[in-house]
């Protein structure tokens, strides 16, 4: 396979853009907390970065993209990255280094179980994140991964179509989110707890919003019309949601917050990120809109109703965004944007629709079990919780020894 010098640099900044997109999460996700507890929410994200990175040479790279067995894991041949080199990989990407490729997925394999540790925050233990986050990776991420994104992996062989993440990053972290937070119960004086830096959230938005174009743009693995469509879809689809959600937030508040703003924002960007290279334009308007709408129910009315503490809104944004995206997906794809896609039904094509409901209910389904499994098992070993003196007195003294803002000299 020849080298495509200009493909190879694009996917490279693509990967540098979408790394870039953990430390943005730390910093959305810490101006959230109260301040007690920004630098253990912080380490959330980096605590990702240097665990997956690891797990992604050593095994993770392979049981996505290694040889399929069954349509349910990829196998060992890729292990250590023994084959792992320089030489294009015909089956992902024609054009550029195998080792970019690699790369350029460990980014996506980082960021999917730090937007779990927004259900979490503000009470779990430093040690259970770490160790859970190990074992979802290995055992849930992995395997969905493969079957969206793996060559013979079952649900791409079924024909459900997700660009850049929307089953394997939102639907997975989101429903996983969940899970942990139900199982975790909520924190103490949860009514009071509010963000104590909404700036440095709203710096974290704008920087994720731009890591996001190496996400789904990126996703094309080329320079091509379907990287310009889904630099396009996206930018298009989180102004769109970030527009009606301020209006949401008018009607029901009487104001429209800088928070909102910046939720909308991601909520739309979740929300194009599985369609982002198969839908048009105008279509991303529709998807942004219709996501700041559900995301805005299930953040400010479900969630209150059930009375679950998913903190920082991992569920109501990645969860509800990215199945209402793979849905739309489903309606809107068209092969006029991309050819080696499929038609929605809008444009003639159920059998899309289809295959995205499955993809949609057996991620759920996967993602949600094992999950409880892997929570159950880290509770009983190490335990979860930090204890009532912890959550007092704050995580990032507790357990970090640090204060994000010293006090004297």
């Not at 909102?260 to 048009?280: E, K, N, R, W």
């Not at 299930?298 to 809104?313: H, N, P």
Request: charged content about 10%.
């Amino acid at each position: 396979m020849t080298i495509n010098g200009a493909d190879t640099v694009f996917v490279i900044i693509a990967t540098i853009l979408v790394f870039l997109m953990t430390p943005a999460l730390a910093l959305f996700y810490g101006g959230l907390v109260r301040r007690k507890n920004v630098l253990s929410t912080t380490m959330h994200s980096y605590g990702a970065i240097v665990l997956v990175s690891l797990q992604w040479i050593i095994l993770g790279y392979t049981l996505v993209f290694g040889t399929d067995n069954s349509g349910i894991i990829g196998g060992l041949n890729f292990l250590g990255l023994d084959g792992v080199g320089f030489e294009a990989n015909a089956d992902y990407a024609a054009t550029i280094p195998h080792q970019a490729f690699m790369l350029f997925q460990m980014m996506f394999a980082v960021i999917t179980p730090a937007l779990i540790s927004g259900a979490f925050a503000e009470r779990m233990k430093f040690s259970a994140m770490m160790l859970f986050t190990l074992l979802w990776t290995t055992f849930v991420y992995d395997p969905i991964a493969h079957w969206v994104w793996g060559v013979g992996g079952w649900l791409r062989t079924l024909g459900a179509l997700d660009f850049a993440g929307g089953n394997v990053v939102h639907i997975s972290s989101g429903i996983s989110a969940l899970v942990v937070a139900l199982i975790l119960g909520k924190r103490k004086y949860v009514k009071h707890a509010k963000p104590h830096n909404v700036t440095i959230t709203v710096l974290g938005a704008g920087l994720l919003w731009v890591g996001w174009f190496g996400f789904n743009a990126g996703s094309a693995l080329a320079i091509n019309d379907v990287a310009l469509n889904a630099f396009i879809t996206t930018n298009t689809a989180a102004a769109a949601c970030a527009a009606v959600w301020m209006i949401l937030e008018r009607i029901r508040f009487g104001k429209s917050s800088a928070v909102g703003l910046a939720t909308g924002a991601v909520a739309g960007l979740v929300a194009i990120t599985p369609g982002a290279g198969f839908v048009t334009p105008m279509a991303a308007i529709i998807i942004g809109a219709v996501a700041a709408i559900i995301c805005f129910i299930a953040i400010y009315y479900v969630k209150e109703k059930l009375g679950y503490d998913d903190a920082l809104d991992a569920f109501g944004c990645h969860g509800i965004g990215g199945i209402w995206g793979a849905i739309a997906t489903g309606l809107f794809a068209t092969t006029k944007v991309n050819s080696a896609g499929a038609d929605g039904l809008f444009y003639g094509g159920a059998k899309l629709l289809g295959a995205q409901f499955i993809a949609v209910i057996a991620t759920i389904a996967f993602a949600g079990i094992v999950t409880f499994i892997i929570v159950k098992i880290v509770d009983k070993t190490i335990g979860l919780r930090v204890s009532t003196e912890v959550e007092d007195i704050g995580l990032d003294t507790m357990l970090h020894g640090n204060e994000a803002y010293e006090t004297g000299v």
